[in-house]
């Protein structure tokens, strides 16, 4: 199901990208930009049981509440439903011989992880994130407005 979000997703211009890009760590950088994989079984995220949502890295789109997050078993933080579907773009992927789907933020096209269709009802699907894609707000705190223009009225996770 597509819904119209309520998040302005325009994408960053070439100075918000540089400057956001200066902030990230190496490993940030290898994942978000050169569609990297961050290691299983290490990502900060991965037994996170907080209450709240899961935004991107790069760009702070809301992208996962925790309400949709399980335990997948794989090693990376997993989740069932996104926050909007209109918040991530699905792209086909046949690297490394394989035939996936990589999932990217919708807004700065950052790389998240890939989605499967093994998860649990009701969607079937597994998205499998990085961690270091991520951030994460507490339920109740305001979401992040890394671009500077105004969350949408009330957004709190």
């Not at 700065?108 to 894609?133: A, I, M």
Request: aromatic share 8%.
């Amino acid at each position: 199901m597509t819904t119209m979000s309520r998040f302005d997703l325009r994408p960053p211009s070439d100075q918000q990208r540089a400057r956001i890009a200066e902030g990230l760590s190496t490993d940030e950088r290898r994942v978000l930009l050169q569609h990297g994989t961050e290691a299983a079984f290490c990502g900060v995220f991965l037994d996170n049981h907080k209450d709240g949502t899961y935004t991107c890295r790069f760009c702070g789109l809301p992208l996962f509440n925790s309400s949709s997050k399980f335990d997948s078993g794989t090693g990376w933080p997993s989740f069932f439903k996104p926050y909007d579907e209109t918040h991530i773009r699905r792209i086909a992927d046949t690297s490394y011989g394989m035939n996936r789907v990589e999932e990217v933020c919708a807004r700065c096209g950052s790389h998240l992880g890939h989605v499967f269709p093994d998860g649990p009802p009701p969607t079937g699907e597994r998205h499998c994130l990085n961690s270091v894609s991520l951030s994460f707000t507490e339920r109740g705190q305001a979401l992040p407005d890394v671009l500077t223009r105004g969350a949408p009225e009330g957004q709190v996770a």
